[in-house]
């Protein structure tokens, strides 16, 4: 019985066989598991035992092979985990990674900054929503349906009757305001307005605006003008600004608001139309009808308004000259910001 002891010095050998490290593993598997391995040599013994004690054979073989399994597979599991566990792929010492923190964009810094300077002079901020009806964006700025000032600005209508829609100026604020606020009233309204326009290097569908409001007995166009001067001063340091003449339904006198363009240093370029001046908003004293369809008493009440860009401030502030850039979310853009 000569094959008896040798499949029992093989289960004696494979139970001591030491396993110690991930290589062990391996060698164990090629020199008991393996196509050349004691294992199968051991199955060759069959042929030395007689036919009556095969199954006894079979049966003593198949075990010392899932001894042989088991021990190969949890050794395997337990050098594998063990080398993950302790495998050191990284620097202790290194220095923390640094993450990148969030920054404010630049638009709203520009807004910041000119809702500062405002309040520095006593305006206080009054946020008015971005959905509007028509009375607030149109009508009680006295531009009431058939108005051709409306055409000038193309609206994104919510409803199909016209009634609502995405204002197309912060002026629907000064209305907002004038319904709600007790006068004397000095505020500014800044936030995001809407217009159906075609998306250019100075135009964009999405803007925002700062309007301005004050409402108080006796103030005058001399009000009006040095607010806007101390604006600019405060803002760009400089006051080579101009009031221009022109229209606004809402406002009489009413006035564009020029500022000479940092951009080019006046001698030209697209931003400013090849014409050194870049308008930055509209202004003017209220007309009476806005503050009548607010039921304001006229005779005791008048005052100024004012509506600026931020987009354009930005861009004379950085001197950028596309407005597409504040869109585009562009990192080397804004991180030079
Ligand atoms: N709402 C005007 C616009 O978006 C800007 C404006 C002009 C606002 C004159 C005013 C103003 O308050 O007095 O084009």
């Not at 006229?298 to 597409?324: H, P, S, V, W």
Request: glycine share 6%; with cysteine; hydrophobic share 35%.
């Amino acid at each position: 019985m000569e094959w008896k002891s040798k499949i029992q010095s093989l289960k004696e050998e494979i139970s001591q066989y030491k396993i110690e490290n991930k290589e062990d593993v391996e060698k164990f598997r090629i020199a008991f598991l393996g196509t050349k391995g004691k294992l199968k040599m051991a199955m060759g013994l069959i042929a030395e035992v007689p036919g009556e004690l095969r199954k006894e054979f079979g049966l003593l073989v198949n075990e010392i092979k899932n001894e042989a399994d088991s021990k190969w597979a949890l050794s395997k599991n337990a050098f594998e985990h063990q080398q993950e566990a302790t495998q050191v792929d990284f620097d202790l010492t290194a220095p923390a990674y640094h993450s990148h923190l969030g920054s404010l964009h630049p638009i709203t810094k520009t807004k910041r900054r000119m809702v500062e300077i405002f309040e520095r002079i006593g305006f206080a901020i009054f946020e008015g929503p971005e959905i509007v009806n028509d009375w607030h964006n149109f009508t009680a700025l006295n531009m009431p349906q058939d108005h051709p000032a409306r055409d000038m600005q193309d609206t994104f209508f919510l409803t199909e009757n016209l009634e609502f829609l995405l204002r197309t100026h912060t002026s629907s604020s000064q209305i907002q305001a004038l319904e709600t606020e007790k006068l004397p009233l000095r505020i500014i309204t800044p936030g995001r307005v809407y217009r159906n326009e075609t998306i250019s290097a100075r135009a964009h569908c999405t803007f925002h605006q700062v309007e301005g409001l004050y409402i108080d007995e006796g103030v005058s166009f001399a009000d009006l003008k040095q607010c806007i001067y101390y604006f600019a001063k405060e803002m760009f340091g400089s006051e080579n600004i101009r009031l221009r003449p022109s229209y606004f339904p809402f406002t009489e006198p009413s006035a564009e608001v020029d500022i000479s363009c940092f951009i080019c240093d006046q001698k030209g370029c697209p931003v400013c139309k090849k014409t050194g001046w870049v308008e930055i908003g509209g202004c003017g004293m209220v007309d009476p009808a806005v503050l009548q369809n607010c039921n304001i008493d006229t005779t005791k009440y008048n005052g100024y308004a004012f509506g600026m860009g931020i987009e354009r401030i930005a861009m004379l502030y950085y001197q950028i000259n596309d407005l597409r850039l504040f869109w585009q979310n562009d990192m080397r853009f804004l991180r030079q910001l």
